[in-house]
């Protein structure tokens, strides 16, 4: 069974930057995606940023593209969600999510029912 676990959330001010860790164990497969997606109180969860494990191939929702980078060191079996430059509005809880499919990526993040594990997810305040 995948597990997923996720780090790096916390409290920070506007313009600021925060790293997050996903940690994936319990599989052997070098064939999948992992998706970083967040929901604020009231809103649908919204996919943010994929990678695919194989060739590195990365998505980026337009609300973060040039802000968030993704990133993975496979021999740690983790993917980071770099983001900078933050505001209010990436208020939310942030989760990482492994996905068997690796094609498509943009269609991939708008649909959280195609990723079959998720970790448990970590608050990311933006307030002054």
């Known amino acids: 069974q995948v597990q997923l676990v996720e780090s790096g959330g916390g409290l920070v001010q506007p313009g600021g930057s925060l790293r997050l860790s996903c940690v994936v164990s319990?599989?052997?497969?070098?064939?999948?995606?992992i998706g970083w997606f967040r929901q604020a109180p009231g809103n649908e969860r919204e996919g943010v940023s994929s990678i695919g494990a194989t060739d590195g191939t990365q998505y980026y929702a337009n609300s973060v593209k040039g802000r968030f980078v993704i990133s993975r060191d496979n021999a740690k079996n983790t993917v980071y969600l770099d983001m900078t430059s933050l505001n209010t509005d990436d208020t939310a809880v942030y989760f990482c999510?492994?996905?068997?499919?690796?094609?498509?990526?943009?269609?991939?993040?708008?649909?959280?029912?195609?990723?079959?594990?998720w970790g448990q997810g970590t608050q990311v305040t933006v307030s002054s």
């Open positions: 999510a492994f996905s068997w499919r690796t094609s498509n990526m943009a269609i991939l993040l708008s649909r959280p029912d195609l990723f079959a594990s």
């Open positions: 319990g599989f052997s497969s070098d064939d999948y995606t």
